[in-house]
């Protein structure tokens, strides 16, 4: 089973993208319509048991900056198109600016945590650089 998960960055102010709408499509099937939340991420999955096969994740970035005041700006949505392998996890983050964006296939061991502490110390964890002690770290 594998999963997918995105966040948004808005590159043009430095903050995640609060509240900008996207949509995940396998061919023409809606499977998620949903908003970022405000540190740019989805609240769940937007697939927990993933179907290998073509999929487009659909961000409405014209709408997210006309809401952050950009009068006019030059993309509207942006389309991701990507094929999902069985039993494999993804995260597609999104950078983006009024003018541009760019994506890549992020990591997605970390793309639920809540705070850059919580990414850091699950990375250390997988690394076999600490302890299961709660109450430091320990390098090993």
Do not use: K, W
Not at 33 to 56: F, K, Q, S, V
Request: hydrophobic fraction near 35%.
């Amino acid at each position: 089973m594998g999963r997918l998960t995105t966040h948004v960055l808005d590159t043009a102010s430095g903050n995640p993208a609060s509240g900008m709408h996207l949509r995940l499509y396998r061919s023409a099937e809606l499977l998620a319509d949903t908003l970022t939340n405000a540190d740019g991420r989805c609240d769940a999955p937007l697939l927990d048991d993933a179907i290998p096969g073509e999929y487009r994740l659909v961000f409405e970035v014209g709408d997210y900056f006309r809401a952050q005041g950009v009068p006019s700006p030059f993309l509207n949505e942006v389309p991701i198109h990507f094929t999902l392998e069985a039993g494999r996890n993804y995260h597609i983050p999104l950078a983006c600016s009024p003018f541009s964006y760019f994506t890549y296939r992020g990591s997605s061991n970390f793309s639920l945590m809540s705070t850059p502490l919580e990414n850091a110390l699950a990375r250390l964890d997988q690394l076999g650089l600490i302890t299961d002690s709660p109450s430091h770290l320990v390098r090993t």
